[in-house]
């Protein structure tokens, strides 16, 4: 076996087990709801931030930059702004991620 194949079938792996793990932390997160306690709390914020950690590292190994995905994320959001989304309607939650993805940057 070549190494390049190793390192497909690797990536593959790899890109797998993220997979699977998005889904668990998906799966825990939702259970997590279902409590409605306050003591959750911390756990929910783990969950919200691990899946985001998880689609960013999902989205390299798929060959997607941080960058790329930054700006494919604003521009879906502008849309959303500009289209007078439900949720920007009810909170302008758009607006403000939106703002914070670009003030970041």
Do not use: P, W
């Amino acid at each position: 076996m070549r190494k390049e194949d190793f390192n497909i079938m690797s990536n593959v792996k790899i890109i797998e087990q993220l997979k699977a793990s998005l889904l668990c932390m998906i799966g825990e997160l939702y259970r997590l709801l279902t409590k409605g306690s306050n003591v959750a709390q911390d756990a929910i914020l783990e969950c919200i931030s691990g899946a985001i950690i998880l689609l960013y590292v999902l989205a390299n190994r798929l060959g997607y930059s941080n960058v790329e995905v930054d700006e494919t994320m604003k521009k879906k959001l502008k849309l959303g702004i500009i289209e007078e989304d439900v949720i920007e309607k009810d909170g302008k939650d758009l607006s403000k991620l939106y703002n914070h993805l670009r003030d970041r940057m």
